[in-house]
């Protein structure tokens, strides 16, 4: 059979020539069809003010016009639409990008208009003490907005002394030091026992020495009656020895126990929780060597 006369019968048999010009009218005309759609991007149903965006309520440290702050440090438009392939995207980056927000964990979009965004906040634990100010610090030492706070609501956190450097970098960002990320960690462990022991500071140790880890940082406690207990390496430590915070926690209620304030009987004390067997004290006032607490 002739191959060419083939291929013509086929080709140019009425359904084959109608289908062949369906293909080609489409090609050429589609981009005008296109044009022809009504956007759904701009209908009212699919449209939202920015401004209505229902997120996570805010912990009672986080300020109540986060949605705002998000709205107005990233650039969003006042108005999106539901139908947007990449809103979500805009939307976590918008909001993973600001200091109070720890992680952007889910954005659901529904219809009528509507975005909802869960969010898990950053919680603060403690103020370092620094020459220029106290500055708010998470337990995994990330720095929060120092404006946030008033001076009242300092007074209810710890406060880090003997802190040797400044943040490095702005509020959402690590401080950079791991002695501040310590005594963070110090502070996140004891926050429940922060009234129960009377405490209102954590000591990082004075020290000159570079390329500090935390097996090398003795950590001490400061209580509002003057006492000072050694409270020694901060939870995460891998020295040999070294108490886990349960039974550190367990000696300090056990001296509370006994005694009922860390002052008591004739203090205040220096205090070290540190050995296994005993806890020690001596009278801050005076240069006796320690004294094993037996009772």
Do not use: C
Request: net charge positive; hydrophobic share 40%; glycine share 6%.
């Amino acid at each position: 059979m002739d191959e060419g006369n083939f291929l013509t019968r086929v080709l140019f048999r009425p359904k084959t020539l109608l289908f062949l010009a369906t293909v080609v009218a489409a090609i050429a005309f589609l981009p005008r069809l296109s044009k022809l759609i009504p956007d759904l991007n701009q209908r009212a149903e699919y449209l939202l003010a920015t401004e209505a965006i229902v997120i996570t309520p805010p912990e009672k440290w986080v300020p109540k016009d986060l949605l705002q702050q998000v709205i107005e440090q990233s650039g969003l438009p006042k108005t999106v639409s539901i139908l947007d392939k990449d809103l979500n995207s805009h939307l976590a980056e918008a909001f993973d990008r600001h200091p109070w927000v720890e992680e952007v964990v889910e954005i659901r979009k529904t219809k009528p208009a509507r975005i909802e965004v869960a969010l898990i906040y950053r919680k603060p634990v403690v103020m370092i003490e620094v020459p220029d100010g106290m500055y708010p610090v998470t337990a995994n030492g990330f720095l929060l907005p120092p404006k946030d706070f008033s001076g009242r609501d300092i007074k209810f956190f710890p406060v880090v002394r003997n802190a040797r450097s400044s943040p490095r970098g702005p509020a959402g960002t690590l401080w950079g030091d791991v002695a501040v990320s310590g005594a963070a960690r110090l502070a996140s462990v004891l926050e429940r026992h922060w009234r129960e022991f009377d405490l209102i500071a954590i000591q990082i140790p004075l020290t000159t020495e570079a390329n500090l880890t935390l097996d090398d940082l003795i950590y001490s406690l400061t209580t509002s009656g003057g006492s000072r207990i050694i409270w020694g390496r901060v939870p995460g430590s891998n020295y040999p020895g070294e108490l886990s915070t349960e039974q550190k926690i367990g000696k300090l209620k056990k001296y509370l126990s006994d005694f009922g304030r860390f002052e008591n009987p004739n203090g205040p004390y220096e205090i070290d929780i540190r050995h296994w067997q005993d806890t020690s004290r001596r009278p801050l006032s005076s240069n006796r060597k320690p004294i094993p607490v037996r009772r």
